[in-house]
């Protein structure tokens, strides 16, 4: 990884448009057990509203109008959220429902319009809070057909690392090893030669498939280092964690700390 890294940023750049964005919101949350076993992870309640409306408000807040939920298991409920709540007023949202599991490769291709151009993906049971407009700006510099958000952590063995050269082109994507180094950070850029290459219907990872066969057929892929607050809610520690995440950021969700909604 390239010593330059971005930086935390609420500032937004010009002529950096957000695209459609994508999130993904299918996962069974088998980690939290019986906390999930009939709601999907990003409607679990965090700082009194659900996850993914915290996602969302920080989506908007950075530019986003139009935004899709890929969702699967209890998908009825993504769908119920997504057709009532008040956020519809000033958003495009709509959701995208599976038949079956496609993985998250695979939910994502399925969400796409037929003449999809650049996308935003990201996870909907986390947040990286980086600057969206920058990370657009360094996809479009570099001439990637895809780009990932990507972060430093002390122990990198349960996230897998990003490796990437000196110019920040990624190399290997998702690499298990302990010890420090990039992660993930659950946010990407999708162009129209990237998501081509792989059909809408297949059982994808994102992980394990989407990025992994971008290297070997010699796409293009960037990463978009950041210094960010970062918050996942997979794990019962973890989610335990998130509302006090969101009430220390409160402004970066177009609220205010020691309001009662948040």
């Known amino acids: 990884m390239s010593d330059s890294r971005a930086p935390y940023l609420s500032s937004r750049v010009?002529?950096?448009?957000?695209p459609p964005a994508i999130v993904l919101a299918g996962g069974r949350g088998t980690r939290l057990g019986a906390a999930t076993a009939d709601i999907p992870k990003p409607l679990l309640p965090v700082a009194g509203r659900p996850f993914l409306e915290w996602v969302t408000?920080?989506?908007?807040?950075?530019?986003a109008g139009r935004i899709t939920y890929a969702a699967g298991f209890c998908g009825d409920q993504i769908a119920d959220w997504t057709d009532t709540t008040e956020l519809q007023a000033t958003l495009m949202l709509e959701c995208s429902l599976e038949d079956s599991p496609l993985g998250t490769g695979g939910a994502i291709l399925h969400a796409l319009s037929d003449d999809a151009g650049d996308i935003l993906a990201l996870?909907?049971?986390?947040?990286?809070?980086?600057?969206?407009?920058?990370?657009?700006?360094?996809?479009?510099?570099?001439?990637?057909?895809?780009i990932a958000a990507v972060f430093e952590v002390e122990d990198a063995a349960r996230f897998g690392t990003v490796l990437s050269d000196d110019?920040?082109?990624?190399t290997s994507f998702g690499e298990k090893q302990s010890g420090s180094g990039w992660v993930n950070g659950g946010i990407y850029i999708f162009g129209p030669r990237f998501h081509g290459m792989f059909a809408k219907t297949d059982v994808l990872s994102v992980e394990y498939d989407?990025?992994?066969?971008a290297l070997a057929a010699g796409l293009k892929v960037m990463t978009y280092p950041v210094q960010a607050p970062f918050i996942d809610i997979g794990t019962p520690a973890t989610l335990a964690?998130?509302?006090?995440?969101?009430?220390?950021?409160?402004?970066?969700?177009?609220?205010?700390?020691?309001?009662?909604?948040?």
């Open 57 to 63: 408000l920080w989506l908007a807040g950075q530019g």
């Open 241 to 262: 964690a998130a509302d006090g995440f969101i009430r220390e950021h409160a402004d970066r969700f177009g609220v205010t700390a020691g309001k009662e909604n948040v």
């Open 210 to 213: 989407l990025f992994p066969q």
């Open 167 to 170: 110019d920040g082109r990624m």
């Open 123 to 146: 996870n909907g049971d986390s947040l990286l809070l980086c600057d969206l407009a920058g990370m657009m700006e360094r996809y479009r510099d570099t001439g990637a057909d895809a």
């Open 14 to 18: 010009a002529g950096a448009a957000i």
